[in-house]
């Protein structure tokens, strides 16, 4: 089945828009009871496919499975990518493109604007059925709740707010957080024209689609604010009779978002400075770093390694990238925090990679496959299979863009 739903794409409402070039196969149900989709993209045309031809070219495939796969290896809630393969048709864009077709694993392709397809058309009884089902599936403890409503919209604000943590953690930029690519398992879905921060820019954007910085790095978790409000007021109807209730008990629900993103966010970055038990006075150690690396045009990546080797007493490292007395002052203050150097390197190591998948190493990669030579994306795939594992042998992919490789508009292949 091809599914329906509806979206806000870069603030603009469409009320259909729906799996234009998918189809979902079944359910898999596993040992463990964990209840997984299996989906087909790129197969051909839907009901949804607006005079498109449903198919999907080869490089947009294996860019879905290179990026899928390294976060799912990042310990990142993703989609996984199952199997890839180049169908032998030619697919036409801006040019002819081999075609392909990815396998996708999910715990479901429900997304916001599911909810927001439904009501668009005023059906309060597909909601309702939609609600439980979905409660059925990702927050079966709240299936009894007194507002069901309610409790989805709770579930998904604490999985969405843990999971933009998780991007921030490691400089990942979706590109294109429409409502219809969020979902409300609190998986990261749709890989389009994402991308990772080379050198540490809050107002980094990547997507040739993103004109206005909408979904720059830095906007994330505000995005995601309003996605969600934009769920709540779908659902407004199912909350309570009261209007002027149910709103309120919805904006009560989407406003613990900032908070309980905050504390999600200070937990990855904690973790990633090597400190313990964090709090809210941390927050001000963690900034002043991300400033000092935003300041001095540093490495997102190789900044958080060199401070991990920081913490047993390694400090040329870091200081080659970043230098200077506003670090020895920063180090300073942090030296002071972490306590035992053993037991915040330890931390530090398990939250800061060694390898992410360089946007330039990810497009040399597709580019050859395009041209039917597999080998650099097996290399890649091989090479982020254990990103947290220092291995001098897999030191070229550890660094950043020479002049002239950097990845500056990233497209998403629609």
């Not at 002043?288 to 490292?317: V, W, Y």
């Amino acid at each position: 089945i091809a599914q329906a739903y509806a979206g806000h794409q870069f603030g603009g409402f469409v009320p259909q828009l729906g799996d234009g070039r998918a189809v979902l196969l079944g359910e898999i149900l596993a040992p463990d009871g964990a209840r997984f989709d299996v989906q087909l993209k790129g197969s051909g045309p839907t009901p949804f496919s607006r005079r498109g031809d449903g198919r999907a070219a080869i490089g947009p495939v294996l860019r879905e499975v290179i990026l899928s796969e390294a976060m799912a290896a990042l310990g990142v809630p993703t989609t996984r990518a199952l199997a890839a393969l180049a169908t032998g048709e030619a697919v036409l864009r801006d040019q002819i493109l081999p075609g392909g077709v990815l396998t996708r694993i999910a715990s479901s392709h429900i997304r916001v604007g599911t909810f927001e397809y439904f009501a668009a058309r005023g059906d309060t009884e597909a909601l309702s059925l939609l609600v439980r089902h979905a409660l059925d599936r990702h927050d079966p403890d709240a299936a009894d709740a007194e507002r069901p409503a309610l409790a989805l919209i709770e579930g998904v604000v604490s999985r969405q707010a843990d999971l933009v943590a998780r991007w921030m953690g490691i400089g990942f930029i979706h590109g294109v957080m429409n409502t219809d690519n969020t979902a409300i398992s609190g998986e990261t879905i749709d890989y389009g024209p994402c991308a990772f921060l080379d050198e540490y820019d809050p107002a980094k954007v990547f997507s040739s689609i993103d004109r206005e910085g909408r979904y720059a790095y830095a906007n994330q978790p505000r995005i995601l604010l309003w996605n969600l409000a934009r769920m709540a007021e779908a659902l407004i109807p199912l909350i309570d009779l009261d209007e002027e209730r149910a709103v309120t008990l919805a904006s009560d629900a989407v406003n613990a978002f900032p908070d309980r993103f905050r504390s999600a966010w200070r937990l990855v970055f904690a973790a990633k400075l090597g400190l313990d038990a964090p709090d809210e006075t941390d927050d001000d150690l963690i900034m002043a770093f991300l400033t000092l690396l935003a300041d001095s045009k540093t490495d997102f990546t190789l900044a958080f390694r060199a401070l991990t080797e920081a913490s047993s007493g390694s400090e040329a490292p870091l200081q080659a990238l970043v230098g200077g007395e506003r670090l020895e002052n920063w180090l300073a203050v942090w030296r002071q925090r972490i306590g035992t150097p053993q037991q915040a390197q330890a931390r530090m190591a398990a939250a800061n990679p060694v390898r992410i998948p360089r946007n330039h190493q990810v497009e040399r990669a597709l580019k050859a496959a395009e041209a039917f030579d597999i080998a650099p994306f097996e290399a890649l795939m091989a090479a982020l299979a254990e990103p947290f594992r220092p291995d001098p042998a897999l030191a070229a992919y550890e660094t950043p863009p020479a002049p002239g490789e950097a990845v500056t508009r990233t497209f998403c292949g629609t």
